[in-house]
């Protein structure tokens, strides 16, 4: 079992950045891959990034590639999701979630996928 924690959401601007931790505290976190959604209330949870174990292979939405980055820093347990150039439209609350077998980039993206989830961790951007 892990167990994930997201910190790092807040308050933020148009164009303003913003750096989001996801931390668990198994060492067996390094086995896992670790996506990112989003939800708004009244909307489905959606992707938003996704980093393999090794932290070699990375996928984003559309919605925000090019201005989000996904990493991992296994020595601490830790995922980042570093967002930049943040648009009113990025306003939700986020959740990292965890699995050890996934293979597709589908796979990746389904939050059916997955089976640890954090809390989540409210981001708000205003314009």
């Known amino acids: 079992q892990v167990h994930l924690v997201e910190s790092g959401g807040g308050l933020a601007r148009a164009g303003d950045s913003l750096r989001l931790s996801c931390a668990a505290s198994e060492r067996t976190f390094d086995a896992y891959h670790v996506g990112w959604f989003r939800q708004v209330p009244g909307k489905e949870r959606d992707f938003v990034a996704a980093?393999?174990?090794?932290?070699?292979?990375?996928y984003y939405s559309d919605s925000v590639k090019g201005r989000f980055t996904i990493s991992r820093e296994n020595a601490r347990n830790t995922v980042y999701l570093e967002m930049s150039s943040l648009k009113p439209d990025d306003t939700a609350v986020y959740y990292c979630a965890a699995e050890l077998s996934l293979r597709y980039r589908s796979d990746y993206e389904s939050s059916l996928r997955y089976k640890y989830w954090g809390q989540g961790t409210q981001v708000t951007v205003s314009s």
């Open positions: 980093v393999s174990w090794s932290g070699d292979i990375t």
